[in-house]
């Protein structure tokens, strides 16, 4: 019997399996790097010590969750992706630079877990906190040299790690934006990230929205694969956590659907996930040297995919109050007696509410 994760039902049922050979497409086109490609796919049978892995969902709290629930390592990520790139800027950034211009900050200290190279801290720096009052965590080499660079007291170890073990009560913002999907042993996670706030200090975490996970794999897009993303957060998922640890889960909000990101976005994807096909046109196109040549091919072949997409556009324009975009976003307090229930935001103008 398995459990959630989340919210410790074992009221858990398989969705679908996935297997260490389309895992392994998902992440690299075997075309272009052959030997690298099998090198992935042995680490991935290893990893889950099969050559499969199922996706789960809770029927109580919402949560999807790979199985094993496993976190890919720095073994995995240095053969899935040859070098990082990160967003300059999210709706999850705006939502919480939002929320703390409600908030006291001045004499505040804030550490962005999974910083990347340090866009959101940019953002903040010099408006909310000082500069040396903002602490910064990533593994990736690069990325700790961006970040130290900008004057980021900066750490390349897990918050969960030895490391942190002398921070307690040492934060009062804590933020992890687009981090928390990837990670396994959830209930150690939560019980540093209660160590490491300060009294009524708050977490901003930022997670895909599962609506739209789910959207894109019933409709022929990217599969959200592990073990890059192993869990599929929910309000309730969320709410479940926070009470096992004695934190509260304040506000909890999707981002709104918006038509043109989302078309871009399921181009891409769609297109992306045509090419995870073993002898398709569009594995071939993808394989190609990289030159301004292949991009006009890429391109042009997005564009042909695109009239078969007009059924599944249709579906998520008529259902995007449900739907919302690409984030879900909360906001997680330490309190002294924490309430009932999370609070569930009221909506605004400028988000979707949670179904």
Same mark, same amino acid.
Not at 108 to 126: E, H, M, P, R, S
Not at 166 to 177: G, K, T, V
């Given at each position: #019997?398995?459990i959630?994760?989340?919210?410790?039902?074992?009221?858990?049922?398989?969705?679908?399996?996935?297997t260490?050979?389309?895992?392994?497409?998902?992440?690299?086109?075997?075309?272009?790097?052959?030997?690298?490609?099998?090198?992935? $796919?042995?680490?991935?049978?290893?990893?889950?010590?099969?050559?499969?892995?199922?996706?789960?969902?809770? %029927?109580?709290?919402?949560?999807?969750?790979?199985?094993?629930?496993? %976190?890919?390592?720095?073994?995995?990520?240095?053969?899935?992706?040859?070098?990082?790139?990160?967003?300059?800027?999210?709706w &999850?950034?705006?939502?919480?630079?939002?929320?703390? %211009?409600?908030?006291r900050? +001045?004499?505040?200290?804030?550490?962005?877990?999974?910083?990347g190279?340090?866009?959101?801290?940019?953002?903040? $720096?010099?408006?909310?906190? $000082?500069?040396? +009052? @903002?602490?910064a965590?990533?593994?990736?080499? *690069?990325?700790?040299s961006?970040?130290?660079?900008?004057?980021?007291?900066?750490?390349?170890?897990d918050?969960?790690?030895e490391?942190?073990? =002398?921070?307690e &009560?040492?934060?009062?913002? @804590?933020?992890?934006?687009?981090?928390?999907?990837? #990670? +396994?042993?959830?209930?150690?996670?939560?019980?540093?990230?209660?160590?490491?706030?300060?009294?009524?200090?708050?977490?901003?975490?930022?997670?895909?929205?599962?609506?739209? *996970?789910?959207? #894109? &794999?019933?409709?022929?897009?990217? @599969?959200? #694969?592990?073990?890059?993303?192993?869990?599929?957060?929910?309000?309730?998922?969320?709410?479940a956590?926070?009470?096992?640890?004695?934190?509260?889960?304040?506000?909890?909000?999707?981002?709104?659907?918006?038509l043109?990101?989302?078309?871009?976005?399921?181009?891409?994807?769609?297109?992306? =996930?045509?090419?995870?096909?073993?002898?398709?046109?569009?594995?071939?196109? =993808?394989?190609l040297?990289?030159?301004r040549?292949?991009?006009?091919?890429?391109?042009?072949?997005a564009?042909?995919?695109?009239?078969?997409?007009?059924?599944?556009?249709?579906?998520?324009?008529?259902?995007?109050?449900?739907?919302?975009?690409?984030a879900l976003?909360?906001?997680?307090?330490?309190?002294?007696s924490?309430?009932?229930?999370?609070?569930?935001?009221?909506? =605004?103008?400028?988000?979707a509410?949670?179904?």
């Amino acid at each position: #019997m398995t459990i959630c994760p989340a919210c410790r039902s074992k009221s858990t049922a398989k969705l679908f399996q996935v297997t260490a050979d389309e895992a392994s497409r998902h992440f690299l086109n075997p075309r272009q790097d052959p030997e690298r490609f099998r090198n992935l $796919k042995s680490h991935l049978s290893d990893l889950w010590d099969s050559a499969t892995c199922d996706i789960r969902r809770c %029927a109580d709290c919402g949560f999807g969750f790979a199985d094993p629930f496993v %976190a890919g390592g720095v073994e995995f990520y240095n053969l899935a992706w040859a070098s990082p790139s990160y967003p300059t800027m999210r709706w &999850e950034y705006a939502r919480t630079i939002e929320e703390l %211009a409600g908030l006291r900050t +001045d004499g505040k200290t804030v550490i962005d877990v999974g910083a990347g190279f340090g866009y959101f801290l940019d953002c903040v $720096k010099n408006k909310f906190f $000082k500069i040396s +009052d @903002i602490s910064a965590v990533d593994y990736n080499e *690069t990325s700790q040299s961006v970040l130290s660079s900008k004057g980021f007291k900066t750490f390349s170890c897990d918050i969960r790690g030895e490391n942190f073990d =002398r921070l307690e &009560e040492s934060f009062d913002f @804590i933020c992890l934006f687009q981090v928390f999907e990837h #990670m +396994d042993k959830v209930d150690d996670v939560f019980s540093r990230l209660k160590f490491l706030l300060k009294p009524h200090g708050s977490v901003f975490i930022a997670v895909p929205n599962e609506n739209r *996970t789910y959207y #894109m &794999e019933s409709h022929g897009s990217l @599969i959200d #694969m592990p073990p890059n993303h192993i869990g599929r957060w929910t309000k309730q998922a969320f709410d479940a956590i926070c009470r096992r640890h004695g934190l509260q889960l304040a506000k909890c909000e999707r981002e709104p659907f918006t038509l043109l990101s989302f078309l871009k976005h399921d181009i891409v994807n769609s297109y992306l =996930r045509k090419g995870e096909k073993p002898g398709s046109l569009t594995e071939f196109v =993808r394989a190609l040297p990289r030159s301004r040549a292949q991009q006009i091919a890429q391109g042009l072949t997005a564009l042909a995919i695109s009239p078969s997409r007009l059924p599944a556009w249709a579906y998520a324009v008529s259902n995007a109050s449900t739907l919302g975009g690409n984030a879900l976003w909360a906001r997680i307090d330490k309190v002294s007696s924490p309430m009932g229930p999370g609070v569930l935001a009221e909506p =605004r103008s400028h988000q979707a509410s949670l179904q």
